[in-house]
């Protein structure tokens, strides 16, 4: 006999097949929710769709815009995957990627008039402490003084975003710049070097690509990896067998402000070029979603970048073509999520429709 | 200051600091009932702009503010369903409704940016604020129904066995700190601003959470805290305002008589505070809902 309410039962042990498919299901329903919403709207949902997931990439310049914007996403996604595994909310990338253009941005500022190979690594070196010193505020703070991690860490996103402010204004403002609040452009030495010619994609992507991997290999081969994933799923396993939580939170959060800080680094010398207030359409807040997205798992943040990236220039898109404002993206990235919450459910618990004796 | 100066400080730090006490009392029922909803910036900002069209379209500020609380009662809702049936992990799901909100207000505002409106006038609202708090601390201390809410707080378990309804305690917690927070909202968006701009609350929603944490979960102290803020936020755009400057001798005295640091102090004060507060571990332990952002899951 079968229950027209199914029962809720407690699977033992959580769906494999189910946690990959619960974000492609969770991709399909904000697709769904999505033409809804523009149905609404007034407009043709086939249309509006076109607009905002295809067109965006159906040329070569779209496809390297894409990976312009997937890359940093995917680079603080993995940072964060660091932290997350650990259950440690670092919600702060959006500071730690602005420390990170600073600290790096500044030395560009500085060596403005010099052209040398050793700049970029020297900027992007800059760029990793900075985010990694600003990450280590909530760590310590957490670790010394038992303050809540998500709190502080999002304090420091508006502290970061003020500093840049007063530098950008104040010290650093271009002296020939027309009292614009922007720097000066760093040398040409000092740029990302561009992967091909005519397009914006730059050598960014490739160290994002061998950070990601490095990180694979720390999860799944290194005694660290397999530390922070015992400590997240059951703290007290943890602990009886040892591991140091504090140190293990220190560098999670170090590891995730350095990735965070080689981001901004890598978006003021890739694309923009010197310093002003807008650095990032709030990289550090979506990076959150695609590391969720992504299972945590560095193939998954991967192909999550790439889907939020999407987002981004369908929502530049449709800003243009539809005078939808650009933050719509928001909307789709805060859907996905949602139904990837909801969607986790089938892989930790199922439905019984038949009744049970 | 002479006396006049004085009162008028007063007034602004009075009406400055009202929306953070509905949205960090909202929030901190949620709380205690044991759920912990980041969600409080985005709930203000659909809260916000839902007051602010309305008014626009109808014209009505009852309608305002009754959209508005409904608004808030949506996105709660959503929020209720995501971690109370599918059992999802809070702050994921707090955070995905702050990044919904940020997307759902700015679209539905769009075409309202720069409309001019009739502002309301703030002082109602201020004694509102002061009589919630005391309603809802008398709601918990010494009414059956605030004990229950607490006990469901502290420990779900022993709350179902005694044969309350957790997932329905907690559902009207949520949805009680959501229509908190949308009414927040459409009090800075119709009384406080008078106006609507994408991203209005500014963080106003964390604030209140880190309130929340302040008071050490007692309704009374979100006041205290809330008004500690708000004294201090107004207080440094005093001082911006006289053009204050820290004399030479002090350190980077450009950066700290510089706007952007007197803008991020409220920020480093809620953290300094924050600091303070938690570094008594015991104390946060004590006070803290026990059974805060866990699920509860009644098994078969």
Known sequence: MTNLFPKIVSRAQSSNIMNIFAPIIAVILTLITGSIIFSIMGFNPFFALHTFFISPISTTYGISELLVKATPLALIATGLAFCFKNNIYNIGAEGQLTMGAIFGGGIGIYFHDTNSFWLLPLMIIGGAIGGAVWAMIPALLKNKFNTNEILTSLMLVYVALFILDYLVVGPWRDPEGYSFPKTRSFSDSGRMPLLFEGLRIHIGLIITLILIFISWFVFAKTIFGFQLKVSGFSPIAARYAGFNQKILIYLAFGICGAFAGIAGLAEVSGPIGLLYRDISPNYGFTAIIVAFLGRLHPLGIIFASLVIALTYLGAEDAQLFMQIPAAVGFLFQGLVLFYLLGADFLVKYKLEFKKSK | ?300
């Open chain 2, 1 to 300: 200051m002479n006396y006049l100066e004085l009162i008028g400080f007063i007034q602004i730090v009075l009406i400055a600091t009202t929306p953070v006490v509905f949205a960090g009392i909202g929030e901190l029922v949620t709380e205690k009932s044991g759920v912990l909803n980041l969600g409080v910036e985005g709930m203000m900002l659909v809260g916000a702009v839902t007051a602010f069209v309305t008014l626009v379209i109808t014209g009505s500020y009852v309608l305002a503010f009754l959209f508005s609380i409904l608004a808030g009662i949506f996105m709660s809702g959503l929020f209720a369903f995501l971690v109370l049936i599918l059992m999802s992990n809070q702050v994921a799901t707090g955070l995905s409704l702050t990044i919904f909100g940020i997307g759902l207000s700015s679209m539905i505002g769009k075409k309202y940016i720069g409309t001019p409106i009739d502002g309301l006038t703030p002082w109602y609202f201020v004694i509102l604020s002061f009589i919630i708090v005391f309603l809802v601390g008398y709601f918990f201390y010494k009414t059956k129904s605030g004990l229950i809410l607490r006990a469901v707080g502290e420990s779900h378990t022993s709350a179902h066995a005694l044969g309350y309804s957790v997932l329905k305690i907690r559902l009207l917690a949520i949805l009680f700190g959501g229509s908190m927070c949308a009414f927040a909202g459409s009090y800075i968006s119709i009384c406080y601003a008078p106006m609507w701009q994408e991203g209005m609350i500014a963080g106003r929603g964390w604030i209140a959470l880190a309130l929340v944490v302040f008071s050490t979960w007692k309704p009374s102290r979100i006041l205290i805290g809330a008004y500690i803020f708000g004294g201090t936020s107004i207080f440094q755009m005093h001082l911006q305002g006289k053009g204050f400057r820290f004399p030479h001798w002090v350190p980077f005295d450009d950066f700290f008589s510089s706007a952007p640091f007197f803008n991020m102090s409220p920020y480093l004060a809620t953290m300094i505070v924050l600091v303070i507060i938690s570094s008594n571990k015991l104390r946060i332990k004590l006070s803290a809902p026990a059974c805060l952002t866990m699920p509860f899951y009644k098994g078969s």
